[in-house]
């Protein structure tokens, strides 16, 4: 059976989610401090505590993937005032590079945009396959790059996720492909 974008479903996260959510957040941290063991006689706990705060939290976007009934994603942020700031997305390894990731990435750009963000800060992490994902992502969501800096080893990137004002025409830029629709 083929897997797709279709299969999955993204939504709020909810109360019941946390559960979910709490693996998921752990799968991260494990992933991200280089451990083949994931969740293996883990604590569950402060991960389920953090779930529950976060989905509480007013200015939080907290979204899940699911396919079928198993969550495969989850993505993190927060609204403060104009601006967006990512702050985890995590796709299962089994799930990546099947647009779970995208699906959850679009569906948190258009939550910012509702909530009245112009812009999103976020830090590039991961491994270099990670890069080409960013980079695919911002083609099919065209925005600006406002601002870059280093801290900490991670690269910080801010962007614009409106439509461009004032940005010069076709003929200025350095692109020969004519420009996308947001």
């Keep these: 059976m083929s897997e797709s974008a279709d299969d999955i ?4 996260a909810g109360q019941q989610d946390l559960l979910e959510l709490a693996r998921l957040w752990l799968s991260l941290r494990l992933e991200e401090a280089g451990s083949r063991d994931s969740e293996t006689a883990a604590d569950l706990s402060p991960f389920y505590e953090l779930a529950g705060r976060r989905s509480r939290e ?4 907290l979204l899940v993937a699911y396919r079928g009934d198993q969550a495969v994603g989850f993505y993190c942020g927060r609204v ?4 967006g700031a990512g702050i985890d997305l995590y796709v299962r390894a089994e799930a990546r590079r099947r647009g779970v990731g995208r699906r959850l990435l679009g569906a948190a750009l258009a939550e ?15 491994d270099k396959g990670s890069h080409g994902f960013w980079a695919s992502v911002w083609r099919e969501h065209p925005s600006r790059l406002l601002a870059t800096r280093s801290a900490a080893g991670v690269e910080w990137r801010t962007r614009s996720i409106t439509e461009a004002r004032g940005s010069p025409p076709a003929s200025r830029t350095r692109s020969s492909r004519p420009p996308s629709t947001p």
Excluded: N, S
């Design 112 to 126: 910012y945009r509702e909530r009245g963000a112009d812009r999103i800060v976020g830090a590039l992490r991961g």
């Design 58 to 61: 007013p200015a939080t976007i």
């Design 80 to 83: 403060q005032g104009r601006v």
């Design 9 to 12: 479903v993204v939504r709020t």
